[in-house]
T-cell receptor, first 112, second 110 residues
Framework: DTGVSQNPRHKITKRGQNVTFRCDPI?????LYWYRQTLGQGPEFLTY????????KSRLLSDRFSAERPKGSFSTLEIQRTEQGDSAMYLC??????????FGPGTRLTVT | GEDVEQSLFLSVREGDSSVINCTYT??????LYWYKQEPGAGLQLLTY?????DMKQDQRLTVLLNKKDKHLSLRIADTQTGDSAIYFC??????????FGRGTSLIVHP
């Protein structure tokens, strides 16, 4: 098992553009989480899937953000009409039935 | 919601023990975790403890939980320069959604 992978690792985009990130969890982990982390802060929860069902979304997740996990395996996080305040590290984590989460390396987004 | 507080910095000499502290407000937390984050990387799960435990030891790591004071600590014995990183305390309950502290930056100097 190679762990959680995320692509791309870095993304630079201009304000107003749409971006999409991908997360491939550890196989057979049925839970998948997205977090946002800014400098000097811990990860902030964005949304969570159990298999293909999106079970919870944070109030941080504005309507410009959408996440999918269509077959219960990989997930995508799309940000539409990016703003400079969206610049952050976007982390994905997966989890088995127990509670511990295994994080990917993250996608660093810079909005210019 | 849950508040998780950590001191921001800790500096220790190589070979000494490091103790990183965390306080929290929600006594219903079931799982309490310690994660390590190196520069530019994701978080690595170091260890976790269930709320019905007081202590857990795993090689150089010792986790202590004081439920009465809502205090969690991570002790790293014989701290090495490779232990320099940011350490996050996190807690979760029935919702399976952990709340993270802001992280403690551990600096190990020779």
């Amino acid at each position: 098992d190679t762990g959680v992978s995320q692509n791309p690792r870095h993304k630079i985009t201009k304000r107003g553009q749409n971006v999409t990130f991908r997360c491939d969890p550890i196989s057979e982990h049925n839970r998948l989480y997205w977090y946002r982390q800014t400098l000097g802060q811990g990860p902030e929860f964005l949304t969570y899937f159990q298999n293909e069902a999106q079970l919870e979304k944070s109030r941080l997740l504005s309507d410009r953000f959408s996440a999918e996990r269509p077959k219960g395996s990989f997930s995508t996080l799309e940000i539409q009409r990016t703003e400079q305040g969206d610049s952050a590290m976007y982390l994905c984590a997966s989890s088995p039935q127990r509670d511990e989460q295994y994080f990917g390396p993250g996608t660093r987004l810079t909005v210019t | 919601g849950e508040d998780v507080e950590q001191s921001l910095f800790l500096s220790v000499r190589e070979g000494d023990s490091s103790v990183i502290n965390c306080t929290y407000t929600d006594s219903s937390s079931t799982y309490l975790y310690w994660y390590k984050q190196e520069p530019g990387a994701g978080l690595q799960l170091l260890t976790y403890i269930f709320s019905n435990m007081d202590m857990k030891q795993d090689q150089r790591l010792t986790v202590l939980l004081n439920k009465k004071d809502k205090h969690l600590s991570l002790r790293i014995a014989d701290t090495q320069t490779g232990d320099s990183a940011i350490y996050f305390c996190a807690l979760s309950g029935g919702s399976y959604i952990p709340t993270f502290g802001r992280g403690t930056s551990l600096i190990v100097h020779p």
